[in-house]
């Protein structure tokens, strides 16, 4: 069972946490979604498409212009309340690293913090613990937010996620974060290079043992550019490639920019493995 804000899902269900960020610079949208309003209609757009969960941030997560914890407040508080407003039922969550910005955003009505840079800033968690926010514990390999890996090296990647991850997952509920609003991410290209990325992928039932649910971040990014040697804006079928080999292995929230392509991959591995019915079947029953 994993509850975030007032919604709860059951561990059999495959949930989309769509991204949506208000920053001028963003890796795949280049900015399409920072102004207020602009960001306001992708919100609905993607809720209508079926994502669960919306994931906001201020500040992008490749090297760039420096951006303060007050510019980033500035970008992302304003613009929860707003969603929090207009879409009750939608889960809220906000991918950032400093405490000073999960305080402001749980005080708007945030249910979840993305921490992608695994703990860089251990005050968040405390910051969760405090409004009862869900957490996610994402392994970065200790990097320093926004710098990419260089010539990073593990005697064995999966074994350091899985320390990581579980230990930031049980400092968090530790410090009154609650269980079930907990979940790990392996964190695809944070402080990994391109093998190491697969091959958490090729192991990832291996968090799914854990108990904690496992988010993967998969979205064009640059592991699945590599291993098709594809451009940006062609990395869609690779992506939801490993969306669909990652749902089969035990995943439960996918964060993703194209909805409508995820969700039908998402509903499609749920048929197969029978936990959701067909939308119909007809054939061979007249």
Same mark, same amino acid.
């Given at each position: 069972?994993?509850?975030?804000g007032?919604?709860?899902?059951?561990?059999?269900?495959? &949930?989309?946490?769509a991204?949506? /960020?208000?920053?001028?610079?963003?890796?795949?949208?280049?900015? $399409?979604t920072?102004?207020?309003d602009?960001?306001?209609?992708r919100?609905?757009?993607?809720? $209508?498409?079926?994502?669960?969960?919306?994931d906001?941030?201020?500040?992008?997560?490749?090297? @760039? +212009?420096?951006?303060?914890?007050?510019?980033?407040?500035?970008?992302?508080?304003?613009f929860?309340?707003?969603?929090?407003?207009?879409?009750?039922d939608?889960?809220?969550?906000v991918d950032?690293?400093?405490?000073?910005?999960?305080?402001?955003?749980?005080? !708007?009505?945030?249910?979840?913090? /993305?921490? !992608?840079?695994?703990?860089h800033?251990?005050?968040?968690?405390?910051?969760?613990a405090?409004? @009862?926010?869900?957490?996610?514990?994402?392994?970065a390999?200790?990097v320093?937010?926004?710098?990419?890996?260089?010539?990073?090296?593990? +005697?064995?990647?999966?074994?350091d996620? &899985?320390?990581?991850?579980?230990g930031?997952?049980?400092?968090?509920?530790?410090?009154g974060?609650?269980?079930?609003?907990?979940?790990? +991410?392996p964190?695809?290209?944070?402080?990994? /290079?391109?093998?190491?990325?697969?091959?958490?992928?090729?192991?990832?039932?291996?968090?799914?043992?854990?108990?904690?649910?496992?988010?993967?971040?998969?979205? /064009?990014?640059?592991?699945?550019?590599?291993?098709? +040697?594809?451009? &940006?804006?062609?990395?869609? &079928?690779g992506t939801l490639?490993?969306?669909?080999?990652?749902?089969?292995? @035990?995943?439960?929230?996918?964060? !993703?920019h194209?909805?409508?392509?995820?969700?039908?991959?998402?509903?499609?591995?749920?048929?197969?493995r029978?936990?959701?019915?067909?939308?119909?079947?007809?054939?061979?029953?007249?």
């Amino acid at each position: 069972m994993l509850r975030l804000g007032r919604h709860s899902f059951g561990s059999d269900q495959l &949930l989309i946490m769509a991204i949506v /960020n208000r920053t001028p610079d963003s890796f795949y949208d280049r900015g $399409a979604t920072y102004a207020f309003d602009k960001a306001l209609d992708r919100v609905a757009e993607v809720a $209508a498409a079926g994502a669960e969960i919306v994931d906001i941030g201020g500040v992008k997560a490749a090297p @760039g +212009d420096e951006v303060d914890p007050d510019e980033e407040i500035r970008r992302t508080v304003g613009f929860v309340e707003r969603v929090r407003a207009d879409h009750p039922d939608l889960v809220i969550s906000v991918d950032t690293w400093r405490h000073e910005v999960g305080r402001a955003v749980c005080q !708007a009505g945030a249910d979840l913090i /993305n921490d !992608a840079w695994g703990g860089h800033d251990p005050k968040l968690a405390e910051v969760a613990a405090e409004f @009862g926010a869900g957490l996610v514990c994402t392994h970065a390999g200790g990097v320093e937010p926004r710098t990419r890996p260089h010539r990073i090296r593990y +005697d064995d990647v999966v074994a350091d996620v &899985l320390a990581r991850t579980v230990g930031e997952a049980e400092r968090a509920v530790a410090l009154g974060v609650p269980r079930d609003g907990v979940l790990i +991410d392996p964190g695809h290209d944070f402080g990994k /290079n391109t093998w190491h990325s697969l091959e958490v992928t090729r192991r990832l039932a291996e968090l799914v043992a854990t108990g904690w649910p496992v988010l993967v971040s998969l979205s /064009n990014k640059d592991f699945v550019g590599e291993a098709l +040697d594809l451009p &940006l804006d062609q990395r869609l &079928l690779g992506t939801l490639a490993t969306t669909a080999v990652s749902a089969w292995q @035990g995943a439960t929230v996918f964060r !993703a920019h194209n909805i409508p392509e995820t969700r039908q991959v998402l509903d499609m591995v749920a048929a197969i493995r029978g936990s959701q019915p067909p939308r119909r079947a007809v054939r061979g029953l007249a």
